[in-house]
Nanobody, 115 residues
Framework: QVQLVESGGGLVQAGGSLRLSCAPS????????MAWYRQAPGKQRELVAV???????NYTDSVKGRFTISRDNAKNTVYLQMDSLKSEETAVYYC?????????WGQGTQVTVSS
């Protein structure tokens, strides 16, 4: 079992920045990979960024060059730095973890980008 505690959402103007944090209840050492997803109203949940146990990362095309997923092993936390935010990126952002072939989700944090 893993609990994921997210923080950092809020309201920001278009072009601004936010940093989301996700702290798992288990050590990152045991987690296969972690990711951030988002779900906008009326749309399907989509993968935004993933960080693997090796430290390698992948991003959906629309955020490449603007978002950065990272982790701090000492703080046992994964971050999503979001720069140059766009109004269409308003969504609930979810932290995800894969551990021992099971999927875990955070409760979600609202990100609202005003135009």
């Amino acid at each position: 079992q893993v609990q994921l505690v997210e923080s950092g959402g809020g309201l920001v103007q278009a072009g601004g920045s936010l940093r989301l944090s996700c702290a798992p209840s288990r050590s990152l050492y045991f987690i296969n990979h972690m990711a951030w997803y988002r779900q906008a109203p009326g749309k399907q949940r989509e993968l935004v960024a993933v960080i693997f146990h090796s430290g390698s990362t992948n991003y959906t095309d629309s955020v490449k060059g603007r978002f950065t997923i990272s982790r701090d092993n000492a703080k046992n936390t994964v971050y999503l730095q979001m720069d140059s935010l766009k109004s269409e990126e308003t969504a609930v952002y979810y932290c995800y973890a894969r551990l021992f072939n099971a999927d875990y989700w955070g409760q979600g944090t609202q990100v609202t980008v005003s135009s």
